[in-house]
């Protein structure tokens, strides 16, 4: 079993700055894949941020010069800094990782979610 939680949301004001993080705990093998994704009320899940460990990094448009994901691999830990943030960028935000289990299956699993609310 993998267990995927993440912590650091809550209300900021518009222009400010948040810190996601996500740590992944269990039978873990290895991680190949982080990402943070995020819904918002009556929209579809999209991704915000993704690497593969210690290669590519993709970034969804609207996040741009603006958020930047990074990985702690020893700890099974992801980020996701947060600045210039816009009402716009009100959501949950969702983890999500993929690797190998100890037991030789494959598993993705994702968090509970955390609130993001950006309002003055």
């Known amino acids: 079993q993998v267990q995927v939680v993440e912590s650091g949301g809550g209300l900021v004001q518009p222009g400010g700055s948040l810190r996601l993080s996500c740590a992944a705990s269990g039978s873990i093998l290895s991680i190949d894949y982080m990402g943070w994704y995020r819904q918002a009320p009556g929209k579809q899940r999209e991704l915000v941020a993704e690497t593969a460990m210690g290669g590519n990094i993709r970034y969804g448009d609207s996040v741009k010069g603006r958020f930047t994901i990074s990985t702690e691999n020893a700890k099974n830990t992801v980020y996701l800094q947060m600045n210039s943030l816009k009402p716009e960028d009100t959501a949950v935000y969702y983890c999500?990782?993929?690797?190998?289990?100890?037991?030789?299956?494959?598993?993705?699993?994702w968090g509970q979610g955390t609130q993001v609310t950006v309002s003055s």
């Open positions: 999500r990782t993929r690797g190998w289990q100890r037991s030789g299956a494959r598993f993705d699993s």
